[in-house]
């Protein structure tokens, strides 16, 4: 079955970098349609799209924060990494990974459990 | 502020049927799939409603969703308590060449 797990620092400090890994299983990032995206959501608020990797390395981030991201993909280690960095505490959230067949649903029909990420000093 | 649109809030008894807009524009609901996930307390969010209107193996067909032109709805009949929850529409802007979401919707089951 498909699974997606995040993992990094559960505590950065201001102007840090933070790297996050969406170890995943049951599926190949190499295999045609196949995206994953980093989706993450602040305290008490609303989903926000990061960024977004597909099998053919194409690669997409949000216009706001695209000078920060970065998004790779090793599919030899099925693991997808974003890295962001000058942290800030407005970053402090829940980060996400999911994952999109386009060719079966344009929606993402499984999700990591998410990896709450504090910036404090 | 969020691309789409959403209520804050929604609110209906046991057993009503309840909607949720999502409103967007032309650069991305009036041209691309609509999806739509429910966010549990402490969990992550799942997968409702995709390309519009389909739904997952597993989802009940309670839930149901529909577009037209740069809006879409999801309804929810038969509610239950289980049923209180965040809801969020997800979409790609074709102009930001961004996927975006909602700023969802909370539902109260009274």
């Known amino acids: 079955q498909v699974t997606l797990k995040e993992s990094g620092p559960a505590l950065v400090k201001p102007t840090q970098t933070l790297t996050l890994t969406c170890t995943f299983s049951?599926?190949?990032?190499?295999?045609?349609?196949?995206?994953v995206s980093w989706i993450r959501q602040p305290p008490g608020k609303a989903l926000e799209w990061l960024a977004r990797i597909d099998w053919d390395d194409d690669k997409f981030y949000s216009t706001s924060l695209k000078t920060r991201l970065t998004i790779s993909k090793d599919t030899s280690k099925n693991q997808v990494v974003l890295t962001m960095t000058n942290m800030d505490p407005v970053d402090t959230a829940t980060y996400y990974c999911?994952?999109?067949?386009?060719?079966?649903?344009?929606?993402?029909?499984?999700w990591g459990q998410g990896t709450l990420v504090t910036v404090s000093s | 502020q969020s691309v789409l649109t959403q209520p804050p809030s929604v609110s209906a008894a046991p057993g009503q049927k309840v909607t949720i807009s999502c409103s967007g524009s032309?650069?991305?609901?009036?041209?691309?799939?609509v999806s739509w996930y429910q966010q549990l307390p402490g969990t992550a969010p799942k997968l409702l409603i995709y390309d519009n209107n389909k739904r997952p193996s597993g989802i009940p067909d309670r839930f149901s969703g529909s577009k037209s032109g740069t809006s879409a709805t999801l309804g929810i009949t038969g509610l239950q308590t289980g049923d209180e929850a965040d809801y969020y529409c997800g979409t790609w802007d074709s102009s930001l060449s961004a996927e975006v979401f909602g700023g969802g919707t909370k539902l109260t089951v009274l």
């Open positions: 049951g599926f190949s990032l190499s295999t045609s349609g196949m995206r």
């Open positions: 999911a994952r999109r067949n386009y060719y079966d649903s344009s929606g993402y029909d499984y």
């Open positions: 032309s650069s991305n609901i009036g041209n691309n799939y």
